[in-house]
């Protein structure tokens, strides 16, 4: 009775969390000066500077370096996340459900053994 009280207890924490969703949060655009500005005072010097930057980042930019790295980094994870899996399941499945007989060194003793 005491663990249906604590699970109601958190699902009437937990759900109204989940259902209210978060806030939005937008980034900073590569249009810091609005063109209205620039239209008004052409000859200042901030919109001069503006013109003169292209916005094209080979850094960090749309596709520049760090967002090609991300991507491959994301892709060798995810692949080697798949395989894990794979291999996890077929050792599961060849130990006949028992979860002692999927690694040879697994025994009984070894939670023991790593606290001494």
């Known amino acids: ?3 249906i009280r604590i699970f109601l207890a958190g699902l009437l924490l937990w759900v109204p969390l989940l259902l209210a969703g978060g806030a939005l949060v937008y980034a900073q655009t590569d249009k ?4 209205d500005v620039c239209k008004q005072a052409p000859s200042s010097e901030v919109c001069k ?4 930057q292209s916005g094209d980042d080979p850094i960090s930019g749309p596709g ?3 967002n090609r ?7 060798i994870g995810g692949v080697a996340a798949v395989i894990i899996i ?3 399941g077929i050792m599961y499945a060849t130990a006949g459900g028992a979860a002692v007989g999927q690694r040879a060194g697994d025994s009984p003793n070894r939670a023991k053994k790593a606290q001494a």
């Open 64 to 66: 520049g370096i760090i």
């Open 1 to 3: 009775m005491n663990s």
């Open 86 to 88: 794979i291999i996890g």
């Open 49 to 52: 500077e503006a013109q003169s």
């Open 69 to 75: 790295a991300a991507n491959i980094i994301a892709v």
């Open 32 to 35: 810091i000066i609005s063109p």
